[in-house]
């Protein structure tokens, strides 16, 4: 039933799916092996809340209606423990109203069924991403655009130049700045993006550019 021990490394990435119906475990373990991704699979809420896999980093791939517990109060479950992994609700039409109620209370996204497995995999890796943001402390995307946006141009340039790896003498010759310059408009930067060093700028950066909306150009 599974293709993955949730007792392996806690940082590799762990997608988790609970839905009753068996062939669609097995396709989506297949499916979500097939791509490169490890994965395990429960029948039920109450066998996953039983496993090590709630704590695990990584994706969870929820069925909204179950037989005992369903998917929307196994949501509200991990919640209430502290759980905050990305959910991706799986929904039959006639639950598309209940799956789009708990996006408000913090789901991150929802596909119906019969499933598109271009969407599927595309939208675990945006969770798994989202989920890898999170725990390295990174504030959403949105807000890392709204830090980025408040840049001054030449803040901008600089900041962009130094993501690339580049050092202030070589961002400096780039400008046509002195380094002085450059060292000024990068401790500016620095304030507005909140970060304290070169890598945690450059991280930020490359959420901003990697994100499924576009980048940053």
Do not use: C
Request: no cysteine.
């Amino acid at each position: 039933m599974t293709a993955a021990d949730p007792a392996r490394d806690a940082e590799v990435p762990l997608i988790r799916i609970v839905d009753d119906d068996p062939n669609l475990r097995d396709a989506l373990l297949f499916m979500l092996s097939q791509e490169g991704w490890q994965a395990v699979a429960f029948p039920d809420g109450e066998s996953f809340l039983r496993s090590e896999a709630p704590s695990a980093p990584g994706v969870l791939i929820l069925d909204v209606r179950m037989p005992g517990m369903s998917g929307i109060e196994l949501h509200r479950e991990l919640r209430r423990r502290g759980f905050e992994q990305p959910v991706i609700f799986l929904t039959a039409h006639g639950d598309i109203d209940m799956a789009v109620e708990e996006l408000r209370r913090g789901a991150f996204h929802f596909l119906q069924k019969p499933l598109d497995p271009e969407k599927l995999l595309s939208a675990v890796a945006q969770a798994v991403e989202l989920d890898k943001r999170r725990r390295l402390g990174m504030p959403p995307v949105e807000e890392i655009r709204a830090r980025i946006a408040a840049l001054r141009p030449r803040e901008r340039e600089v900041m962009s130049l130094l993501a690339e790896g580049r050092l202030n003498a070589d961002i400096a010759d780039r400008l046509g700045l002195s380094i002085r310059t450059v060292e000024a408009h990068r401790a500016s930067a620095y304030v507005k993006l909140r970060v304290k060093n070169a890598a945690e700028a450059a991280a930020l950066w490359a959420a901003a550019q990697t994100d499924e909306d576009g980048g940053l150009g």
